[in-house]
């Protein structure tokens, strides 16, 4: 399980080279936002190191992944003036069909590994998890973030990121004979400062809040058999183009997921 920390997220590239390593493919991967993104490219079939890769190419050009952004924007900054709306909101699919890559199919049935999205009925308060059909917008509707990413109308329910409810939502898989491991790239608290965020940042800061809040529960509540924390520290939930960083910064995390598999697998014995 593969959960949501928009930029820490991809700490979760390392997990899946770690396992890659070992030999070890899941037997069913599960994904929530940042999450549902990688882990729906490695359910595809492209290993961690593909994605390492791919990661480093797409965010070495600045300026293209600006002039894509932008692309996938549903408004104009002439709306804001003229009360129509969010002139920075993003269509997630766009966004995906721009970043993912080509390798991913378009069909949840077309995977070479079972895969499910969480999302969040924004109407019902419920959350939802979404394992068939397309693809692209299962995966746009599990990152949705209120005011950042354009909710996804799925069989006639509104659906927006599943962190609102259930960020790792690990609980959904534990059964008698599985080894569930759940990575969890929320960001811890950081020292108190007095500096003010800006909106935007005070927007994915609360989501960042709440994630961790969420997770922490759970954790205390039901721990799954193997739980990883992954992420680097200091990062913003934005902070893509420190991608290299990130994915440098994350290599322990390699023997961290090494070393809880082989405990699990020799006390299973």
Known sequence: ????????????????????????????????????????????????????????????????????????????????????????????????????????????????????????????????????????????????????????????????DGGAINPLPYDRLMAPGRIVMAVDTSAPATISETRVPEPLEAMLGVSQILTRTIVQRMIERQPPDILIRAGVDGIGGLDFFKAKAILEASLPVKEQVKRALDTVLTRRD
Do not use: Q
């Not at 993104?37 to 490695?42: F, K, P, R």
């Not at 049935?109 to 019902?124: K, R, V």
């Open 1 to 160: 399980m593969l959960g949501a920390g928009g930029a820490r997220g991809l700490s979760h590239i390392l997990v899946l080279e770690a396992l890659d390593e070992l030999g070890v493919r899941p037997a069913f991967i599960a994904g929530c936002s940042m999450g549902a993104i990688v882990g729906a490219a490695y359910a595809a079939g492209l290993s961690g190191r593909d994605l390492h890769e791919h990661v480093i190419s797409t965010f070495r050009d600045r300026a293209r992944v600006i002039a894509r952004l932008l692309d996938a924007r549903v408004g104009k900054f002439t709306d804001l003036m003229r009360g129509l709306g969010n002139p920075v909101l993003i269509d997630g699919e766009r966004m995906l069909d721009l970043f993912w890559p080509e390798a991913v199919p378009d069909r949840f049935e077309d995977l070479a590994t079972p895969f499910a999205a969480a999302a969040t009925d924004y109407h019902l308060h419920a959350e939802v998890s979404l394992g068939s059909g397309p693809l692209t917008p299962a995966v746009a509707a599990s990152l949705a973030i209120p005011g950042l990413v354009r909710p996804v109308v799925i069989d006639g329910r509104v659906l927006i």
